[in-house]
């Protein structure tokens, strides 16, 4: 009896780590918030694929900004949830670009911008937002015409696991559009 117990206060333990939150990221010296999934990279989005492509991920750039309310609900409310936490570990290269930052970027058709001018460049008007690549980019094409999507602003649990789901799972090569495919995963 006493081995059961034991065996179910493990168990327990172990159940509730796997559900527990992740501590929501912290502010880094630029006053964007700084996730343990995020990469730092040198921001040339060929090599970032490359390297994502090695590790079997999905490679996604997300815009933000300091003092973003929508940014922080994000990183305090969303990407501390367990499962998209663990789902974004797991499948995704994230790269983070300060919509007003002087980083250096270099955009898959050659341009080299710094990342005010490049979200300047690719229309980016909200932050956070998130654009998602497919494994391959031809040559000479931009990142917003490569994306397979783009989730624009700060979206609740459900809608972002989707949105992740649906980018891994190749539902933009469908003929399901991603609004049907949140109410199917909504529903269920």
């Known amino acids: 009896m006493r081995g059961l117990r034991t065996t179910l206060a493990v168990a327990s ?3 509730a780590l796997a559900i527990m939150p992740v501590a929501a990221a912290e502010l880094g010296d630029d006053g964007l918030h700084k996730a343990a999934w995020m990469r730092d990279t040198f ?14 991920k999905r490679l996604a750039i997300i815009f933000e900004q300091r003092g973003c309310i929508y940014c922080k609900q994000m990183h305090e409310e969303v990407f501390p949830d367990s499962e998209i ?17 002087d980083v250096e970027v270099t955009d898959f058709d050659g341009a080299v911008l710094p990342e005010k001018e490049m979200a300047r460049k690719w229309g980016l008007m909200f932050t956070p937002t998130l654009m998602f690549f497919p494994e391959e980019v031809p040559e000479g094409v931009a ?8 989730m624009p602003g700060a979206f609740k649990k459900g809608t972002t696991l989707a949105m992740l789901r649906w980018v891994v799972e190749k ?3 469908t003929d399901e559009p991603f609004q049907k495919y949140l109410a199917r995963q909504l529903s269920q």
Not at 43 to 56: F, I, S, T, V
Not at 85 to 101: L, P
């Open 43 to 56: 921001k040339d989005l060929r090599e970032d694929l490359a390297e994502a492509n090695a590790e079997g």
């Open 85 to 101: 936490n663990s789902f974004i570990r797991e499948n995704y290269f994230v790269i983070q670009m300060n919509m007003f930052g």
């Open 143 to 150: 990142a917003p015409q490569a994306a397979v999507a783009v």
């Open 13 to 15: 333990t172990a159940l």
């Open 171 to 173: 539902g933009y090569e």
